[in-house]
């Protein structure tokens, strides 16, 4: 991916011993003391190039790790509010348009709520998308139905070109199959929130031949990174995000009260029990075939019958009776406003 030239300010920090992090903590504090505006993010410049580049059309997956307090959602936050202001520049228009928490931030929610804000935002192009807290999309509730459903939605939306972003105490916290698709995790390394600033670490991942991955330091402009500096977001935006965790808060809360549960239980059966579900299933398959039988031969026997349909007899005689296909004197008949 092609980064502009403009100035991100990366910074050398000499020998990468244990004393790197304190001394990093040290030059962004002075950055920010000295009151120069924060620099042009190459982070978000690539996530934006990435996803808005008509030949290469690629999504982008990223996950953010850290203890917990540690500030990960601010992270993550942080990260797309650069990366839709970097979109607004290249596409115009206003970052808003692109990320906005009270629309774009899933925070305590379920598998179910993740399907449905990933449904909806498939109508959007270059939207970033925050999943946070990773309770929708974690490693233990993997094989629920709503989970299984979540994770193709998530899978096949390439697409829409989006840029989408998890959170998790640990990378191996997150679905499997959602953890392969992950281009660059972090880790929050130390929390500086008194100062309005966390450091992390970014790594992007490769895939070998023999499916082992290999984790890689970032490279841009011809510096290889080890350190980042993730600042406080913008005020508005932090009040959009608080707005949208206070409703994932009070939706749990009356799930709980209303259900005793945290999930939702979604009935994927409309109520209805395994067989008529699959008599259902025979009469969409195989009611043309019945009716072309009783036009041909009315008065074949039900044996004949079910041996054509290939069938036992009990569950034709299931099948004619939904249908309301009824053997009056001999002869197959339709019967019509049955009750």
Same mark, same amino acid.
């Given at each position: ?26 030059? #962004? ?27 290469? %059309? ?5 996950? #953010? ?16 509010? *650069? ?41 959007? &192009? ?24 979540? #994770? ?9 070109? !989006? ?12 679905? !499997? ?12 390394? &130390? ?27 970032? !490279?841009?402009?011809?510096? #290889? ?19 949208? *965790? ?19 239980? %979604?009935?994927?059966? !409309? ?54 296909? *009824? ?13």
């Amino acid at each position: 991916m092609r980064i502009d030239k403009a100035e991100y300010n990366f910074l050398p920090l000499g020998p990468a011993n244990g004393s790197a992090v304190k001394r990093f903590a040290i030059e #962004v504090q002075n950055y920010i003391e000295s009151g120069k505006p924060i620099p042009p993010s190459a982070l978000g410049r690539y996530i934006a190039e990435r996803i808005t580049d008509e030949k290469d %059309r690629q999504d982008f997956i990223g996950a #953010v790790a850290g203890d917990r307090g540690s500030g990960k959602s601010y992270t993550c936050l942080w990260i797309l509010w *650069r990366a839709s202001v970097e979109i607004s520049k290249l596409l115009g228009g206003d970052p808003l348009d692109y990320f906005d928490p009270r629309e774009n931030v899933l925070s305590l929610d379920d598998a179910q709520s993740v399907s449905e804000l990933l449904a909806r935002k498939s109508k959007n &192009k270059f939207q970033c998308l925050l999943i946070d807290d990773n309770t929708a999309l974690g490693a233990h509730d993997w094989n629920t139905k709503t989970s299984k459903n979540a #994770v193709k939605i998530f899978t096949t939306m390439r697409t829409m070109r !989006n840029c989408i972003f998890l959170n998790a105490p640990q990378i191996k916290g997150i679905d !499997n199959s959602i953890r392969d698709y992950v281009q660059i995790s972090f880790w929050v390394t &130390k929390s500086c929130h008194a100062a309005g600033f966390n450091i992390i670490r970014g790594n992007s991942k490769q895939m070998s031949a023999s499916g082992k991955s290999y984790l890689h330091r970032l !490279n841009f402009n011809n510096n #290889v990174l080890d350190l980042w500096a993730s600042f406080k977001p913008p005020e508005h935006i932090l009040e959009y995000y608080d707005q949208a *965790r206070e409703e994932s808060a009070k939706r749990l809360a009356e799930l709980i009260s209303e259900t005793g549960e945290s999930v939702r239980k %979604r009935d994927y059966t !409309n109520g209805k029990s395994l067989v008529e579900r699959r008599t259902e299933k025979l009469i969409e398959e195989k009611g043309r075939d019945i009716q072309e039988i009783i036009d041909k031969n009315p008065r074949i026997s039900q044996r004949e019958f079910a041996s054509e349909l290939c069938i036992h007899p009990d569950i034709l005689g299931r099948i004619l009776g939904k249908m309301n296909i *009824r053997r009056i004197e001999g002869k197959y008949e339709v019967i019509e406003n049955v009750r």
